[in-house]
């Protein structure tokens, strides 16, 4: 291999760099011949890490790019997730639980069901009406008054004779 005629057609830093390569990989002829100590003090380890750093690009971890990605996402899910559990709390009409009337009878009010001892009816909140509740029997609705004053549930039950009857309930108290 011909050492001038492939370092004609190159830049001065690849010449440079191909001098490099030729020196290192070529025995020494007997007047280039060095001693180890001669090696040792020629070699300087600034200018080998310059050398490599402009010849090479040293590629950078994505690790903490991605573990900080991963961290901001956790926290704003997090985040979401709080916001969701508080609004529930918030939006929830107190009339849901469970009460007991003085009589002993026990009422559940959930968000799709009212269970009036053990049998369960679906009802609804009539559009534009307050303080009804409709509640589904035979596939008819039946409107029945409500007020919640100072933790009582009083239901009015009108009658077919024109005349109603309150019922007073007291929220149950968990065992």
Not at 20 to 41: G, L, N, Q, R, Y
Not at 89 to 106: D, L
Not at 119 to 128: H, Q, V
Request: glycine share 4%; proline share 3%.
């Amino acid at each position: 291999m011909n050492k001038n005629n492939i370092t004609d057609s190159l830049t001065q830093k690849q010449k440079d760099a191909f001098n490099d390569i030729i020196s290192a990989t070529t025995p020494p002829s007997s007047e280039e011949k060095v001693t180890d100590e001669a090696k040792e003090e020629e070699f300087d380890i600034a200018d080998f890490i310059v050398k490599h750093n402009t010849r090479y690009n040293v590629k950078r971890s994505k690790a903490p790019r991605i573990i900080a990605i991963v961290v901001v996402a956790v926290i704003v899910i997090g985040l979401c997730v709080i916001a969701a559990m508080t609004s529930a709390k918030g939006n929830k009409n107190p009339i849901f639980g469970k009460w007991v009337s003085e009589q002993g009878i026990e009422m559940e009010i959930s968000e799709d069901y009212i269970s009036i001892d053990g049998t369960s009816r679906k009802y609804i909140f009539p559009e534009g009406e307050k303080n009804v509740i409709a509640i589904s029997i035979k596939d008819e609705y039946f409107k029945i008054l409500y007020r919640l004053e100072k933790g009582k549930l009083y239901i009015v039950i009108p009658s077919s004779t024109g005349e109603s009857e309150t019922i007073i309930y007291e929220r149950k108290k968990e065992q």
